[in-house]
């Protein structure tokens, strides 16, 4: 079993940052992508950025330029400053990571979420 813990959120004024954290423990042999996901009252959850073990990195467009994701391998942490924040960026973001076993079974785990409100 894995474990996403994250942490970071909580209330911002429109223009400011946040960094988010999520850091995975448990019985890890091999994480591969990890990423955020948000989700907004009424709405569906959407990806916000992934990165592969490499570094490769993915964004949605309504982030990009404004968000970065970084991961430190060591530590089997990932981080996604954000900045330049809008009331639309405001959901729960919800860790996300791909654990491969030993044996090259895959699984998809969720971190529990942390708020991130975006007012004035």
């Known amino acids: 079993q894995v474990q996403l813990v994250e942490s970071g959120g909580g209330l911002v004024q429109p223009g400011g940052s946040l960094r988010l954290s999520c850091a995975a423990s448990?019985?890890?042999?091999?994480?591969?992508?990890m990423g955020w996901y948000r989700q907004a009252p009424g709405k569906q959850r959407e990806l916000v950025a992934d990165?592969?073990?490499?570094?490769?990195?993915n964004y949605a467009d309504s982030v990009k330029g404004r968000f970065t994701i970084s991961r430190d391998n060591a530590k089997n942490t990932v981080f996604l400053q954000m900045n330049s924040l809008k009331p639309e960026d405001a959901a729960v973001y919800y860790c996300?990571?791909?654990?491969?076993?030993?044996?090259?079974?895959?699984?998809?785990?969720w971190g529990q979420g942390t708020q991130v409100t975006v007012s004035s």
């Open positions: 996300n990571a791909d654990h491969v076993t030993q044996w090259g079974f895959l699984r998809n785990y």
């Open positions: 448990g019985s890890i042999f091999s994480i591969n992508r």
């Open positions: 990165i592969t073990s490499g570094g490769s990195t």
